[in-house]
């Protein structure tokens, strides 16, 4: 990686159909301000998958900065209705995007996005053994010192009964591939924190950021917030953006070391 610092913008549980008008109708702008090389949505774009919260989803989507990765959250899948069973994801993919499992390359940094909403969960999510190897294959190949970002909607370190199926398969990945940051939504609650993982042979250190809820009325005693990360060859600086009231200040800020690039992989 070389040159300034690559500058993601991470967005999460829009809600559309249980959102703030206010807090609509300011977020793509401060998301705007701060000029991101890369906007990240993970998941819950609407409240409950009908075809009027898809819509209006989609035209906050378009006001949000380009090159956009957008991943499926399980607000975005029908609740209960024969479309969970047959047709899942027809309306994500005709209003948000055809790719369940996106990925997206700007200078600097290779991202991958996972659905991580499989049809016969209720809530919790699940990582398959496809997609545990598509991170190696994608964001593992990426150059030497180039971001590797992984986005989904279920925090991947959650334990209990939100814990992921796949959670195994899944770290294994992580340690292969040496990803660098894991963004993820689903809890309303924006958290950021360094985490080690390992495969049993292997220890790795990432980055495991979850955003709060951007614009919902959906809160957990925080307030709505985004978050935007600035990464360069040393660090990776997390700032959370509160609003309230239609407006946008800076909240919690952290700042984590990159680890040095292997020199095997140099």
């Given at each position: 990686?070389t040159?300034g610092?690559?500058?993601?913008?991470?967005?999460?549980?829009?809600?559309?159909?249980?959102?703030?008008p206010?807090?609509?109708?300011?977020?793509?702008?401060?998301v705007?301000?701060v000029?991101p090389h890369?906007?990240?949505v993970t998941?819950?774009?609407?409240?409950r998958?009908?075809?009027?919260?898809f819509?209006?989803?989609?035209?906050?989507?378009?006001?949000?900065?380009?090159?956009?990765l957008?991943?499926?959250g399980?607000h975005d899948?029908?609740?209960?209705?024969?479309d969970r069973?047959?047709?899942?994801?027809?309306?994500?993919?005709?209003w948000i995007?055809?790719?369940?499992?996106?990925c997206?390359e700007?200078?600097g940094?290779?991202a991958?996005?996972?659905?991580?909403?499989p049809r016969?969960?209720?809530?919790?999510?699940?990582?398959?053994?496809?997609?545990?190897?598509s991170?190696v294959?994608?964001?593992?190949t990426?150059?030497a010192g180039?971001?590797?970002l992984?986005a989904?909607?279920h925090?991947p370190?959650?334990?209990g009964p939100?814990?992921?199926?796949g959670?195994?398969?899944?770290?294994r990945?992580l340690?292969a591939?040496r990803?660098?940051?894991?963004?993820?939504?689903h809890t309303?609650?924006?958290?950021?924190r360094g985490?080690?993982?390992?495969?049993?042979v292997?220890?790795?250190?990432l980055?495991?950021?979850?955003?709060?809820t951007?614009?919902s009325n959906r809160?957990?005693g925080?307030p709505?917030?985004?978050?935007?990360?600035?990464?360069?060859?040393?660090?990776?600086?997390?700032e959370?953006?509160?609003?309230?009231n239609?407006?946008w200040?800076?909240?919690?800020?952290?700042?984590?070391p990159?680890?040095?690039?292997?020199?095997?992989?140099?």
């Open positions: 990686m040159g610092a690559v500058v993601v913008a991470h967005v999460s549980d829009l809600h559309i159909g249980a959102h703030v206010a807090a609509v109708a300011s977020l793509a702008a401060d705007a301000a000029r890369l906007t990240v998941g819950d774009v609407t409240m998958a009908r075809t009027g919260q819509r209006l989803a989609r035209a906050l989507l378009d006001r949000l900065p380009v090159p956009r957008v991943v499926l399980n899948v029908p609740l209960v209705s024969a069973l047959v047709a899942p994801y027809d309306r994500y993919r005709r995007d055809t790719e369940l499992d996106p997206l700007v200078p940094l290779r991958l996005g996972l659905q991580s909403m016969w969960r209720w809530k919790a999510g699940r990582v398959s053994a496809r997609q545990a190897q991170i294959d994608i964001l593992g990426a150059p180039t971001v590797r992984l989904l909607h925090p370190f959650a334990t939100a814990r992921i199926v959670r195994g398969r899944l770290v990945a340690v591939a990803v660098d940051v894991v963004l993820a939504g309303h609650v924006p958290v950021t985490v080690e993982v390992s495969d049993g292997a220890v790795h250190r980055v495991d950021v979850v955003a709060g951007a614009t809160l957990r925080t709505r917030s985004w978050t935007v990360l600035r990464i360069d060859a040393d660090a990776i600086a997390v959370e953006r509160y609003g309230v239609g407006t200040r800076t909240g919690h800020t952290a700042w984590y990159r680890p040095a690039v292997p020199s095997a992989a140099r």
